[in-house]
């Protein structure tokens, strides 16, 4: 199993960002896939997740209108689409398997990609 996330970088406050994630050695089209970010100092938080179907979608309070979880399983790819950034979503944002069905807690979900960083600064 691989997950490789890109798409991170500098953005200005109220600007957007899609981040990606490449999976590999499994049949992605049968897995909840999530988005978890981790902000220095802090613990890893969920923010958001997909059905395998990509009908279903869970977000975290604090993104909740802003960003948008989508996947293509034709292709292997899990999105996060990330507008009106702010300054307090600056994290290093990881994309990550789960095990239970859209499930925000990160002892559901079995492999990790290494992250991308993402800074929202002016």
């Known amino acids: 199993v691989q997950l490789v996330e890109s798409g991170g970088g500098l953005v200005q406050p109220g600007r957007s960002l899609r981040l990606s994630c490449a999976a590999s050695?499994?049949?992605?089209?049968?897995?909840?896939m999530a988005w978890f970010r981790q902000a220095p100092g802090k613990d890893r938080e969920f923010v958001a997740a997909?059905?395998?179907?990509?009908?279903?979608?869970n977000y975290a309070d604090s993104v909740t209108g802003r960003f948008t979880i989508s996947r293509d399983n034709a292709g292997n790819t899990v999105y996060l689409q990330m507008n009106s950034l702010r300054p307090e979503d600056t994290a290093i944002y990881y994309c990550?398997?789960?095990?239970?069905?859209?499930?925000?807690?990160?002892?559901?979900?079995?492999?990790w990609g290494q992250g991308t960083q993402v800074t929202v600064s002016s």
């Open positions: 050695g499994f049949t992605f089209g049968t897995f909840t």
């Open positions: 990550a398997r789960g095990t239970a069905s859209r499930s925000k807690s990160l002892y559901d979900y079995d492999y």
């Open positions: 997909v059905s395998w179907s990509g009908r279903n979608t």
